[in-house]
Nanobody, 125 residues
Framework: QVQLVESGGGSAQAGGSLRLSCQVFGHTTMPLWMGWFRHTPGKEREVVAV????????YYADSVKGHITISRDNAKNTLYLQMNNLKLEDTAMYFC??????????????????WGQGTQVTVSS
């Protein structure tokens, strides 16, 4: 079925920028809901940003508003997470997620059926 492949992670200094990409395979259209979650050891997995693709409605965790932007490119079947002015607390494994259902809440881990393998982001001073 649907496969999500992340790329673009790596190391960056605080204040720098990274752009994560998530390419969607196995379906002719973009999923209805797509987004990014992140996880660090010892903490619960948390939502970063989500996009409702039919109208490009976007939703963000309070902690990332203002320096992280989610977007999509249907022609390339790709979801992006632009991360500017990186903070040390942005260090995490970032997962691309997708779902074709209208049910569930955007911030819930359980809503998303499809998950990528993750890409590591490490921010240092």
């Amino acid at each position: 079925q649907v496969q999500l492949v992340e790329s673009g992670g790596g190391s960056a200094q605080a204040g720098g920028s990274l752009r994560l990409s998530c390419q969607v395979f196995g379906h002719t259209t973009m999923p209805l809901w797509m987004g990014w979650f992140r996880h660090t050891p010892g903490k619960e997995r948390e939502v970063v940003a989500v996009i409702y693709t039919p109208v490009d409605d976007t939703y963000y965790a309070d902690s990332v508003k203002g320096h992280i932007t989610i977007s999509r490119d249907n022609a390339k079947n790709t979801l992006y997470l632009q991360m500017n002015n990186l903070k040390l607390e942005d260090t995490a494994m970032y997962f691309c997620v997708a779902d074709y259902s209208l049910r569930g809440s955007w911030y819930e881990v359980s809503k998303y059926k499809y998950w990528g393998q993750g890409t590591q982001v490490t921010v240092s001073s």
